[in-house]
Structure formats: C-alpha cells, structure tokens
C-alpha cells in the first residue's frame, strides 16, 4: 500500500525551505559584513549593516529563483557567485548615491568575497544538518525505470544540492533495471492517476524518452492536473547543454532551444586566456619549489634526461613540444613492446585504454609515485604561461592517436589542451579512449568559465585521492 503524503507540511516544504534559506542567507552577509569591518577597519551605519545590504543580497539571489529551486550542488555556488558579484556592485552604487565615499575598495573587496564565502560555507552546513535529520524530504514520484531515471536517482544520492528529493517509489511500464530494484513499483502507465492520488505527491519526474511524442504527451497532460510540479528528462542527450536558453511560441505552441558555442566567441576565448595566464602565474609561485624538488629526485631515480619534452597535438591540429617530468625509463618503448608480447591480457587492456593500469614495465619509481599525485605534469604550467595549453582543456593527444580520434578530430583540436580536464575528474585513467574524447567533446561543446573553475577545484579532490591515476 503506498504511503499518503498530503499533509499541510508536506504540502509546503518548498515554501517552509525557502524561509530557512533566506534567514541563513542573511545572516551569512551578516556575518560577511563583520568580518570585511573588522579586517577593513571601517564602520557601517546599522541600517547598512543590518537592512540594506542583506536586503540588496538576498533581492539578487532570489532573483535567481535559488529559494524555490532544487538544482546540485555547483549549480548553486554558482547562482551565489554571480549574485555575490551583481550585489557588491548594487551596494557600491549605493554608497556612490547616498555619498557615502568613506568606503575604501579594499572594504568592498573583503566585503564580495567573504559573502561569497559566508555564502556557501551557510548553505552547505544547513543542507548538511537537515539531510542527517531527515527533515523537509520533498516526496519524489519517478515514471520510469530506465537508465534516465538512474541516472537522476544517482544524482540524489551523490550531489547534496539533489537530496532535498525522498522518492516514494517508480511507475513503468518495464521492470526496473539494476540500481532502481529497492525501489517501490507502485504500477505502470495505466495507474498514474490512482498512485498520484493515492500517495498526494506533488513533484513527479517523468524520465520516459524513449517513448513516442504522443505517448509522452499523453502521460504529460494525465499527470499535470493532479500535481504542483513536473519534472521532464527529454531525449536530447546528444545536444549541448551548456549555454541554452529556452524560447516558448505560444501561438505556434512549440518551444525553440537556442544554443551557444560558447568557445567560438571571441570575448569567451580572450576570457579563458586572461583567466589561465593570471590564475597560472599565481599557482606558479609556490609550484616552483616543488618542480625543482620533482626535478633532483628524478634525476638522481633513473638514468636519463628530467624532461620529458614529447610532441601533442594543439589548437588547428598545430603540434607543439609539451613540458612533463620524465616518469619512464628511457628504453621506454622496447620495454613495453616486449611486456605486451609476453602478456596477452596486458595487450587487450593496452588496446582498450592506451594505458596499463596495475602495472606498466616504462614506469621508474619515482614516476609511479609522481604519476599518482600528477606532480609529473607540473612543468605544464609553463605550456599555460606560452599560450600552448590551458589549465582546463581537453586532453592533450599524442600525433600518434590522430587516426584513433576519427570525428572527434575538430572539435577536439578547436581549442588548446588542458593539464586537466572533464576527462581526469570523471574517472582518469579509468576511461577507455573513446570514452574520454567523448568527455572532451562535451566539454567543449557546452564550456563556460564556471565550468573550468568547477574543474580545477574538483581536480584537487582527485589528485589527492590519486582516484584512476597510474
């Protein structure tokens, strides 16, 4: 029997979580406003303090709608982020109008980046008690039971943005795959109506494209009377994502999805280029003692040269020499020729990935450790500083693997390589080849500043979990 969830609380959770939010985001800038008086040494006059600047805050982020939205984790730093910014610039606008000139940049400054902070650092402990207690769980009706709506079910499982959502249980038409079988199967198509009312849910996700237009349509219409909200997983997998806006014709009733190549702007490509030359001059400063450090090491490890100054492919396929700590044995190739002739299960994995995982004959001591912490290829960062490289990118291509790329070839080669990449957070050396020009090709096709800066961040994660390094 399915569990009936109309109650008033229930009912209101989005409403009831919206209030929460709002009260932690005020006084996260409040306590932003402290921190930027204190190390600012200024002073704001309490209706500042405690009015208006909250008020200018919280007016910009819920103008991103980010109190009734359930959207993951990055998703909402990044509605912060962009709010933070057109806030601090609302509030200078404010003290230019109201003359209140004694407030030094330095103040607005500390001021933008402590909200920001404060920010994120409020919304993610809230998130975190509420999800340990189990409280304000919005009840989920999923109508499907395939890969698409795996796939969101993992995404509430893994991203704490997605687990304000509790699902209740699936309705298909098929058997659930692996992965959805310890959810409740409260029915199939037919038995939409009877289960929405039964059960009072007010949020279905309906993650059925590979159903035909009309029986999608059908479902749609049956379910829209009966419930506050819907969610669709359409089938446009293929489609970039980054970037697109939607247009609604009402009279024509039809929806138009515009989509930017985002990497094809001229404006977009100078940003990524003063965004990689001044975040890599300031990670150069303290990378520079370790580099020296890695370059001893691998010359008193192994015979042969530090460097390893192999040829890539770069932007219009244009190849250039790309700067790595030497890892391998200078009879590097006759090594491995030798391995994967002796070792028919190595040969088969080698053909697979281009990589050998649990052991690789070419690799010197030192290499294997620096290739689990990438120390390996910190001397990348001079490629960043020469414009040959990013610091997010695509993966940059041996001249030998050109044939191996196929269709991805240009889109691939339409920007620099990156020392990291979508590739290297989802999986590294645990992703076959021609999934990781897949990766590539997504990321190029739907990137945006915020991407590579989602990336970076997460690179740190992985680099020192060492997860799929070899």
Not at 438 to 444: C, F, L, S, V
Request: charged share 20%.
């Amino acid at each position: 029997m399915a569990q009936n969830y109309k109650t008033n609380l229930k009912q209101n959770i989005r409403i009831i979580w919206s209030g929460i939010s709002l009260m932690a985001d005020y006084l996260a800038v409040l306590l932003a406003e402290l921190i930027a008086i204190y190390f600012s040494e200024e002073n704001l006059r309490h209706i500042d303090l405690f009015i208006v600047i909250p008020f200018i805050y919280i007016a910009f982020i819920a103008a991103t709608r980010t109190y009734r939205r359930i959207i993951p984790f990055w998703q909402r730093v990044e509605s912060l982020f962009y709010s933070s910014i057109y806030s601090i610039i609302a509030v200078l606008l404010f003290f230019v109008r109201a003359n209140a000139t004694e407030h030094s940049i330095a103040f607005l400054a500390l001021l933008w980046l402590a909200s920001f902070i404060c920010l994120v650092i409020m919304r993610y402990l809230l998130k975190r008690i509420l999800d340990e207690r189990k409280i304000f769980l919005i009840p989920l009706l999923i109508i499907g039971a395939k890969e698409e709506a795996l796939a969101f079910v993992k995404a509430i499982n893994s991203d704490i943005g997605m687990s304000s959502y509790k699902i209740i249980g699936l309705i298909s038409d098929k058997n659930p795959i692996k992965g959805l079988e310890n959810y409740p199967l409260l029915g199939d198509f037919k038995d939409i109506e009877k289960t929405i009312k039964t059960t009072g849910v007010n949020n279905v996700l309906i993650a059925i494209p590979y159903l035909g237009q009309a029986k999608m349509q059908n479902i749609i219409h049956r379910v829209q009377p009966l419930v506050k909200n819907i969610c669709i997983i359409p089938n446009l997998q293929a489609i970039p994502m980054g970037g697109a806006d939607l247009e609604t014709f009402f009279d024509e009733k039809f929806m138009l999805i515009k989509i930017r190549n985002n990497l094809a702007r001229n404006i977009n490509k100078f940003i990524k280029l003063i965004f990689d030359i001044v975040v890599g001059v300031l990670i150069c400063i303290p990378v520079i003692p370790i580099i020296i450090a890695c370059a001893i090491w691998v010359k008193l490890d192994s015979k042969g040269p530090i460097f390893y100054n192999a040829k890539r492919i770069g932007k219009n396929g244009k190849e250039f020499t790309c700067y790595k700590f030497r890892s391998m044995y200078v009879n590097s190739d006759e090594l491995l020729t030798l391995y994967l002739a002796e070792n028919p299960v190595a040969k088969k994995e080698w053909d697979e990935f281009q990589k050998l995982h649990d052991f690789d004959p070419r690799v010197t001591k030192a290499g294997k450790i620096m290739r689990k912490m990438s120390l390996d290829e910190l001397p990348q960062i001079f490629n960043v500083l020469k414009g040959e490289m990013s610091l997010v990118g695509p993966r940059p291509y041996l001249p030998r693997e050109k044939e191996m790329m196929g269709h991805f070839y240009n889109v691939i080669i339409s920007t620099v390589p990156g020392i990291t990449g979508y590739w290297q957070v989802n999986g590294r050396s645990d992703v076959t080849f021609e999934g990781r020009l897949r990766m590539d090709d997504w990321y190029i096709r739907n990137w945006s500043v915020w991407m590579d800066i989602v990336l970076l961040i997460k690179t740190i994660k992985v680099v020192f979990s060492s997860k799929g390094a070899v």
